[in-house]
């Protein structure tokens, strides 16, 4: 059997090869958004600092995988096959679990995934151990429930303490340095590089290399003894340095945030890689203690020596840096979760890729009205001097940056300083939660989060938090489901579950690649949120406007034909998909407008004023044409969910035909639209009038089958309703390329 159990310890290697890459993908947020928000520097610069880091963090961590030996787990009371179900369990488990949420570009703790995986699949075979012997175990005995408290403690203290403090040292650093920085550097920024780089070193020694190899018990004292002498002599050194750095013209700000991205970077590799390799590693501990006693077997051999804390061989240490590195650099989905906590974060509003909830808007209506009567105490001249500081129209940013280098500088240092006080005062904060909320907090207090877009990003917070708690409970019941499956299954259970989780994760990448694709950023609005002269601006603006109008044209014709198509056979899922499509590109429908209005915000005034009323005009066509399918396509779905009577073959037979003109008729106004030749315009719009005169004639004809009593009631009153909103479609349509055509012309 033994060759049996060396293939499994293989495969738990190289799954720990995907959970590094998916890991890495999701805790990338943790140290590059600050460097990347502010664009501190290059993106590849950010990424090689970041990958030395990472390299260095793996390198010198003592690979003391006790969570995954011991921690959760008492197993000397754990048979090997029992411990290698649990073992096997996790693994297939946190890779696609991490896989699925960077999938959705939501950043979640990989400590969490691998504690509650571990705690799930040991509750699972406790259970079994527990029925098994007649009660000769307890819980107790099996199982270490503190350090998943400890975990769960540890979400709401890293979001309620790094949230409340990254506003208030936000705050703070914009009153003293205020939108314009520059101006004020020359009296703070000595005080400020010092204290920022004596902060993050304070971080690294506490927390990034805590557990490092050249740390021994007598270095760690000597740190200990020596503190506030470090300290202190380095706030003085770096104050210096730095003020000497500003005198040569070096951006400090710039300076800190780098540091800080390494800092931070090392103190995952060093102290995460357990969330990736701990598993497979006490797995083949397992199989060398099972190996060296060869009287024993699986089923008898307890794993009594996982007690004990293992020294990592260096060449694991180094390949799992180096897997770390070029995922970092290759992953785009790393760069994906990037992108949401930013999105959530930047100063400027922009497409807003959340909606909203009624939480949120529970949460910033009650807000303001708190908001409102504190700054109803303060005096006016205070309120006004504040106002002065955070004067938005003085604000510094880097090119393409979505925040300044003051909050970056902010988020790197306090997320760094918080985990390291956490840490020193043995407080279970997460990385992941404790730098994500640090850039809420910091971009709340730094009024990003405006009237406008508050609700948005509220729920895009909420979104993220909610997405923590589900991790847990869904790593602990796939981690028992998993665990239970594998002990009973054997073989047979463990190639399914490989197979299910290739499956999963290929699929899941098919997806993901589709997702992009469909989602790839549009090149146009990125210009658009940016400043331009007018005419630039415009012309911009007017191809926004074709290619939205283009896809809602496209989307309409479509839509309305398989509306029309399921009703008149019956289709209920049809007709039901088709609502769903419509509610989707009902929300589509007011990005298009909110875009739009910040675009038109951004053009010359005289262009606005000329051009302006077309465009919403534009827009406002453009819903009517949605919203009119919506109340096809709702009284169809009623009638139909309730199994009433279907069209007569006669409504069928002239509806049809007048269908399909409604179709081709769709179809080159999209055409027109696309090509931006309106030549043929008059003609199109000639056969419109057409067509709706034919659907008001069938409309006469449906109310005398009525009033004689040759149709059903409830069937033609639906089928007026359809009448009535395709000409409403058509009129729409027809409106839509006459305020199109005046939008795209010159005069």
Request: charged content about 15%.
């Amino acid at each position: 059997m033994e060759p049996f159990y060396l293939a499994i310890i293989v495969f738990l290697f190289i799954l720990a090869v995907f959970d590094l890459s998916v890991g890495v993908s999701n805790d990338a947020v943790n140290f590059l958004n600050s460097s990347i928000g502010a664009r501190a520097a290059s993106f590849r610069t950010i990424l090689i600092i970041a990958a030395i880091g990472i390299m260095i963090g793996a390198s010198l961590s003592n690979g003391m995988m006790d969570i995954a030996r011991h921690g959760i787990f008492q197993p000397q009371y754990f048979y090997f096959e029992e411990i290698l179900c649990i073992l096997l369990a996790v693994m297939i488990v946190d890779v696609v679990l991490l896989d699925i949420f960077n999938s959705l570009g939501m950043p979640t703790s990989t400590t969490v995934s691998l504690v509650f995986e571990l705690l799930g699949g040991t509750f699972a075979l406790a259970l079994i151990k527990i029925i098994g012997s007649d009660g000769m175990y307890t819980f107790g005995q099996l199982i270490n429930t503190d350090k998943a408290l400890a975990v769960i403690l540890g979400i709401f203290t890293s979001v309620a303490i790094a949230f409340f403090f990254g506003s208030l040292v936000q705050y703070l650093a914009r009153i003293l340095f205020s939108f314009n920085y520059k101006k004020n550097m020359k009296y703070f920024i000595g005080l400020f590089g010092g204290l920022t780089i004596t902060a993050i070193i304070y971080f690294m020694l506490i927390k990034g290399l805590k557990d490092s190899s050249f740390m021994t018990a007598e270095n760690k004292e000597l740190i200990h003894l020596y503190t506030p002498q470090i300290v202190w002599g380095s706030f003085v050194f770096f104050t210096v340095l730095m003020q000497i750095f500003y005198w040569m013209r070096i951006n400090v700000f710039k300076i800190v945030i780098l540091f800080g991205t390494f800092a931070l970077a090392l103190a995952f590799a060093g102290n995460d890689l357990v969330n990736f390799i701990g598993a497979p590693l006490a797995g083949y501990s397992s199989y060398l203690d099972l190996v060296s006693h060869p009287e024993a077997t699986p089923q008898t051999l307890l794993m009594t020596s996982l007690q004990d804390s293992a020294q990592t061989p260096w060449y694991f240490l180094v390949g799992s840096g180096i897997v770390m590195v070029l995922a970092l650099f290759f992953s785009k989905k790393a760069h994906n979760v990037v992108k949401t906590e930013l999105n959530l974060s930047r100063q400027e509003e922009g497409e807003e890729n959340f909606g909203t909830s009624p939480i949120a808007r529970i949460i910033v209506r009650s807000s303001n009205s708190v908001a409102s009567s504190v700054i109803s105490i303060i005096p006016l001249r205070v309120r006004n001097w504040i106002d002065t500081r955070f004067n938005r129209n003085e604000i510094i940013l880097e090119d393409k940056a979505v925040y300044d280098l003051v909050r970056a500088s902010v988020n790197v240092v306090l997320a760094g300083l918080l985990i390291a006080l956490g840490t020193s005062l043995k407080l279970p904060l997460s990385t992941t939660y404790v730098t994500f909320m640090v850039a809420m907090g910091s971009s709340l207090a730094d009024r990003a989060w405006g009237r406008e877009s508050a609700v948005y990003r509220v729920t895009g917070v909420l979104s993220v938090i909610g997405g923590w708690f589900v991790t847990a409970g869904v790593a602990f019941f796939a981690g028992s489901l998993a665990a239970i499956t594998i002990y009973f299954g054997g073989a047979v259970a463990i190639v399914l579950l490989i197979c299910l989780a290739v499956f999963i994760l290929i699929r899941s990448q098919i997806l993901y690649k589709k997702k992009l694709a469909k989602n790839q950023e549009n090149p146009v609005i990125s210009r658009l949120m940016n400043p331009h002269n007018g005419e630039e601006a415009l012309n911009l603006l007017r191809e926004y406007s074709r290619q939205e109008l283009q896809q809602i044209l496209q989307f309409a014709s479509v839509s309305y034909e398989k509306t029309v198509d399921a009703f008149m056979t019956e289709n209920y899922r049809g007709l039901r998909k088709s609502m769903n499509h419509l509610d989707d590109e009902k929300q589509v429908l007011k990005q298009v407008k909110r875009i739009g209005t910040l675009a038109m915000s951004r053009l010359d005034p005289n262009v606005a004023l000329e051009k302006g009323l077309y465009y919403f005009q534009g827009n406002d066509f453009a819903s009517e044409i949605i919203y009119s399918i919506v109340r096809i396509c709702d009284p169809c779905l009623e009638h139909i969910d309730n199994n009433f009577n279907p069209l007569e073959p006669e409504q069928k037979k002239e509806f049809s035909l007048i269908s399909a003109q409604i179709k081709r008729f769709l179809d080159d106004c999209n055409h027109i639209v696309t090509e931006n030749r309106y030549d043929g315009m008059a003609d199109t719009i000639a056969r419109s009038n057409v067509i709706i005169n034919q659907l008001a004639l069938l409309k006469k004809n449906e109310l005398k089958r009525i009033q004689g009593r040759s149709s059903n009631i409830k069937i033609g009153m639906v089928y007026l309703t359809v009448i009535q909103e395709a000409q409403n479609v058509m009129s729409y349509a027809a409106n839509l390329l006459k305020v199109s055509r005046k939008f795209q012309a010159d005069n």
